[in-house]
C-alpha cells in the first residue's frame, strides 16, 4: 500500500480515482471506463513530474525519510552476491545499525559496510533505526582493516539522521569511535566509494563517508545536523525546520555545486521508494563506474587522491 506525503496530496487524489475506477471496471463495463483511467493516469504520472522537478530542501527531506524507501539491506540484497556479514568489534558487543562485511559486485569482490534503519517496527527496533553506537563504528573500522589487508575496495551505504547520542553510547566513547572511523577511512589503501542513500546526518555519516568517491542519490540529504536539530540551535524552535532545510544546503544538487560531492544517482520519478529496483540497480552502475577509476593506481595514489578531493573542498567557491 503507497505511503504518501503532505505535499503529494494531488497526486494521491488523482491515483486514489484510478484505483476506484479500476474497482468499477472489474466489476461492469471495464471498455468503456479504460479510456477514463488511462486519461487519469497520464494526469497523475505528469502531476508527479512536475511536482518532482521543483522539490523544495524540506520536500527533499521529507522524501529521503520515507518509509518505504529502500535501505541498505535492499541494495545489499540487490547489488551483493556471496554477502557474508561480519558481527560485532571484538570490544564490546555487536551493532545491528551498522552491516558489514565481504561479497561481490558485478562478480568482484568487495567490502560493504551500511547503516540499516530498518523496514518493519521489529527491524527499526532491532537496527536502531539506523543510529550506530561506538561499537558500531569500531566494527566498521575492524571490517576496513580486513578489507585494506586483502585489497578490497570498500563500499559504504550511508542512511542515517546520525550517531545515537545516548547516555551509554557516551560513556563507551561515541565520539572516539567516529573520529577512529573516519580516520580509518581516510588513510586507506584501497579505493573507497560512499553513496548516501537517504539521510546523510553529521558525524554519524561522515564516519563511514569519508571516501574517494561520495555519491548521493537525486532526493538524498546530507547535513551537518538535522533542520530540526539545526533550528533548535538556531532560533530555539525546531518549528522552523524547514527554514533551515533551506539555509543548510543539504540537497545533493547545492553539495554537488560546492564540491563536497562528487556525483548525483538519479532516481525515478516520485523517488527511490515508488520503483525500489530501478533506484538499487542506478545506485550499483554508479558505483561502478566510480570503482573503475581506480583501478591499478597504487596504495598511495589512492590515498593522495582522497586527501587532494577534501583538501579542495570549498577551494573554488
Known sequence: ???YLDFEKPVAELEAKVEELRALGEKGDAVAIGDDIQRLEAKASHALSELYAALTPWQKTQVARHPQRPHFLDYC???????????????????????????????????????????????????????????????AVRIMELADRF?????????????????????????????????????????????????????????????????????????????????????????RAQDAA?????????????????????????????DPQAAIIAAGKAISAALADFRGKSPDQVRDLRAAKFLAIGRSL
Open 77 to 139: 540484497a540487490g547489488l551483493i552476491t556471496d554477502f557474508t556479514p561480519l558481527a560485532g568489534d571484538r570490544l564490546f558487543a555487536e551493532d545491528e545499525a551498522i552491516v558489514g562485511g565481504f561479497g561481490r559486485l558485478d562478480g568482484e569482490p568487495v567490502c560493504v559496510i551500511g547503516q540499516e534503519k530498518g523496514s518493519t517496527t521489529e527491524a527499526r527496533i532491532r537496527h536502531n533505526f539506523g543510529m550506530a553506537k561506538p561499537e558500531g563504528y569500531r566494527k
Open 151 to 239: 585489497g578490497l575496495p570498500v563500499v559504504s551505504f550511508v542512511d542515517t539522521a546520525g550517531a545515537y547520542p545516548g547516555i551509554g553510547a557516551e560513556e563507551r566513547g561515541q565520539a572516539e569511535a567516529i573520529a577512529r572511523s573516519t580516520e580509518f577511512s581516510l588513510g586507506l589503501g584501497v579505493p573507497n566509494v560512499a553513496i548516501v542513500i537517504g539521510e546523510g546526518g553529521s558525524g554519524g555519516a561522515i564516519a563511514i563517508a569519508t571516501a574517494n568517491r561520495v555519491l548521493m542519490l537525486e532526493h538524498a540529504i546530507y547535513t551537518v545536523a538535522s533542520p530540526e536539530a539545526s533550528a533548535s540551535i538556531l532560533w530555539r524552535d525546531s518549528g
Open 1 to 3: 500500500m503507497k505511503s
Open 246 to 274: 533551506t539555509n543548510m544546503k543539504i540537497t545533493a544538487q547545492d553539495l554537488l555545486r560546492f564540491g563536497v560531492i562528487d556525483g548525483i544517482v538519479g532516481e525515478p520519478v516520485g523517488g527511490a521508494h515508488r
